[in-house]
């Protein structure tokens, strides 16, 4: 990116990411990644302006094409199903929202609890996400139509420093992500390590399975380096549950409203139309691992 002659492979990478995540991954909980989780924001909303910009500054290729010549009608639906998940993956993100709320101050805990405080909180977050993909996604592909890269980046190509300083910041807002998202299973791995009563000494016990638990993740990103094939088949299978329809059909078990009510009805048809959504995007992304499967390279 910024003019070097070397090359250096992916896995590489990777691996240098992942030595940084055991560094990270040692911080005892939610409370001490405020300052991470912070920085990791700031730099995805830097980022994604920075994309969209200069995408906009490029200004549209010359043979842009926004239609679906060379895609056969498989390939098109496959690929909207595909995009069902994606978009699942990232609106997700309801596995760690317990223990977020969990870490607000007991004082706010009079009336109506942490919920109000909470919810301004999550529509402030989805603000700001709404920002990020919406801008992106149709200023990238204004600009560079159905040629644009899953990494809008990718398909930018001048300036070159500012393309090199945005990638910098993707790689602190994964840093970050990493941490936010990996701090539950944390907790409830070191919990079961204490409700089997296998917890000795709890310094030993939190560095020696977070470090496994980096090692892990590291091999299985270096072994299967198809990320962007892999992130609809994730919201499918890993998000849509949790964020769109398990909160529904909780709702449904909990509050039993009448079946003549509008509530029961919204919530049944949200649950029926989001089963169908995680089932068509899981089809869908797997068609794309399984036809892209040849050009993968593994272990670079």
């Known amino acids: 990116m910024c003019g070097g002659s070397g090359h250096v492979g992916l896995s590489v990478w990777i691996i240098v990411f992942a030595i940084s995540e055991l560094f990270a991954s040692q911080l005892p909980n939610f409370n001490s990644l405020a300052f991470v989780s912070l920085v990791a924001a700031v730099m995805s909303v830097t980022y994604s302006t920075v994309g969209w910009t200069t995408a906009v500054a490029e200004g549209r290729t010359p043979d842009v094409k926004y239609n679906l010549d060379g895609v056969s009608r498989l390939e098109g639906i496959m690929g909207c199903f595909n995009a069902l998940g994606t978009i699942a993956f990232a609106y ?13 101050p007991k004082k706010i805990s009079v009336e109506g609890g942490t919920f109000k405080p909470y919810m301004k909180g999550v529509y402030m977050a989805y603000a700001f996400v709404c920002y990020c993909y919406f801008t992106v996604a149709i200023c990238g592909y204004w600009a560079f139509g159905q040629a644009v890269q899953d990494n809008v980046l990718l398909s930018i190509r001048h300036p070159k420093w500012v393309v090199a300083v945005a990638d910098m910041f993707v790689v602190v807002h994964v840093f970050g992500s990493y941490q936010m998202y990996s701090m539950p299973v944390f907790d409830m791995i070191e919990a079961s390590f204490r409700n089997w009563g296998l917890t000795r000494n709890k310094f030993v016990t939190r560095l020696v399975m977070r ?16 990320f962007g094939d892999l992130m609809g088949f994730f919201g499918a299978i890993g998000f849509a549950p949790t964020t769109f329809w398990l ?54």
């Not at 997700?92 to 607000?104: K, P, S, W």
């Not at 470090?211 to 198809?226: E, G």
């Not at 449904?252 to 995007?281: D, E, G, Q």
């Open 92 to 104: 997700g993100g309801h596995n760690v929202v317990l223990e977020i709320q969990a870490t607000l």
């Open 211 to 226: 470090s496994l638990y980096v090692v892990f993740t590291c091999f299985v990103a270096v072994t299967l380096p198809f």
């Open 247 to 300: 909160p529904s059909l909780i709702w449904l078990v909990v509050k039993k409203p009448k079946r003549n009510t509008f509530s029961f009805w919204f919530n049944t048809f949200n649950i029926i139309l989001c089963v169908t959504i995680m089932f068509l995007a899981a089809i869908g992304s797997m068609y794309w691992i399984v036809r892209n499967s040849t050009g993968y390279k593994f272990y670079q």
